[in-house]
Each structure stands twice: as C-alpha cells, then as structure tokens.
C-alpha cells in the first residue's frame, strides 16, 4: 500500500519495520515473522532485493501466510533446518521494560520461536500499544496445546491458575500451522513469567508458549511521536 494511503501508525509501523530491515546485509538467512507488522519488513527485504540494494537473500518463513508473502515479493525461502539465522524480525502482542515478549496472537508461536531461537539476533517491530510494565497486562499468553485429549490439558492449566479459554474464532477451535489447538491464557499480575514458562513447558499436552523470554536484542517501537529503538540491558 503506498505510504499516503496508510494511516499514521500504520505508516509508523512500517517507518518501524524499515529500521529493522536496514540491519539485514547482502547474504544473509532471514527469519520472516508474522503478522501486520511483520509483513512491512517482508515487503520491505522484497523492494530491496527488486531494487538491487540486497542479494542472496534467504527467508525462513515463520508461517505459511509468510512464506505465501515472501515468495510474492521475490524472496527465495527454505525450511528451517540447523544452520544459524543471522537475523530473524518479528512482531510481538506485549514487550515489557526488559524485551521479554508475549507473542502468538496470529497463531505462529511454535513456528516463530522455534525459528527466531535460532537467529544470532532478534529484531523486534511493534507500536507503542505494545509496551506493558509487565507480561499479561493487556494480552493473554497463547498456549499451545495437542488437540487429542485438549479438554484435559484444559483442566491442568486451570489447576496452575490459569484463566482463559481455548481459542475458537467460529463454530471450531482454532487449527495451528501445525494442526495444534491454542488456549489463551489469562495470567495473574504480577506474573513470574520465568517460572510459569518452566511450569507450562513441564504441562502434559502443552507444546509451546507464548513467551519469548529473553531473545530479543533490540526492538523499533513506533508512536505517535515517531520511532524509537530499545536494546535490552545487560
């Protein structure tokens, strides 16, 4: 969409998107997040690549909608195999004061951590409505869940203290790129995100979670002031 026709945090967000893509150099194997503001840091590697200002680009998809973008815009994507990503750039649902993340909204979670994980460095774009003082303000935590016996999972999560409710946008659950229900969590606050990450990962029937603690290195946030960049301490 050209720039005129965006509204202003939406033309922030992608002011947000390319300062992160302005990070990405000639060869490398990128992490392509998900979501709305992801997809600007696709579009952007893809006028790039089409301008000539990068080559040898590749893409690592974090999604199949993605991966669909990417290839529209000429970016080579492969699967994700071993090798080190050299960058990965990503959206996130909540940043807190240290760049821990909550992310899954957009349903990607396993695929996006397992990917970004991966990247010597995390890159994050978001707008200021993302920024909490602490994980669970504003946002569940999706949790990813197996579909047989999910109703039981249920019961587990609850028993942690856990509100929420299984993700169910019409007359069916939720399916995952992976074929996983996703239950979204209401947290208690102040919330131990470390500990309740241990606890989940150690829940019968959990998969994955939404938190992303301690991967990103920086993050470009847009506001209606303009953009700025956080770096993680320490």
């Known amino acids: 969409?050209?720039?005129?026709?965006?509204?202003?945090?939406?033309?922030?967000?992608?002011e947000a998107a390319v300062r992160a893509v302005a990070l990405v150099e000639s060869g490398m194997r990128v992490g392509l997040g998900t979501g709305s503001t992801a997809k600007y840091a696709i579009?952007?590697?893809?006028?790039?690549?089409?301008?000539?200002?990068?080559?040898?680009?590749?893409?690592v998809a974090t999604s199949e909608a993605s991966d669909v973008l990417a290839r529209q815009v000429g970016i080579p994507v492969e699967p994700l195999d071993p090798r080190p990503l050299d960058i990965a750039i990503d959206g996130a649902d909540e940043?807190?004061?240290?760049?821990?993340?909550?992310?899954?909204?957009?349903?990607?979670?396993?695929?996006?951590?397992?990917?970004?994980?991966?990247?010597?460095?995390?890159?994050?774009?978001?707008?200021?409505?993302?920024?909490v003082s602490g994980l669970g303000e504003k946002a569940p935590v999706p949790i990813e869940i197996a579909r047989f016996g999910f109703l039981s999972t249920i019961e587990r999560l609850r028993a942690l203290?856990?509100?929420?409710?299984?993700?169910?946008?019409?007359?069916?659950?939720?399916?995952?790129?992976?074929?996983n229900y996703i239950f979204d969590a209401a947290l208690p606050q102040p919330c131990d995100a470390l500990t309740l990450e241990r606890t989940l990962k150690g829940t019968l029937g959990v998969i994955e979670t939404g938190f992303f603690l301690g991967m990103a290195e920086r993050a470009f946030v847009a506001g209606l002031d303009g953009v700025r960049e956080v770096v993680r301490r320490g």
């Open 1 to 14: 969409m050209p720039e005129a026709q965006l509204s202003g945090l939406e033309a922030l967000k992608r």
């Open 43 to 59: 579009e952007e590697i893809g006028r790039r690549l089409a301008a000539g200002e990068l080559s040898g680009i590749v893409g």
């Open 95 to 131: 940043i807190d004061p240290d760049l821990n993340l909550i992310k899954g909204l957009g349903g990607a979670l396993l695929r996006e951590k397992l990917t970004e994980v991966q990247a010597r460095r995390f890159i994050v774009i978001a707008d200021h409505t993302k920024l």
């Open 161 to 179: 203290g856990l509100g929420g409710r299984l993700r169910q946008p019409g007359a069916q659950p939720y399916v995952s790129d992976n074929g």
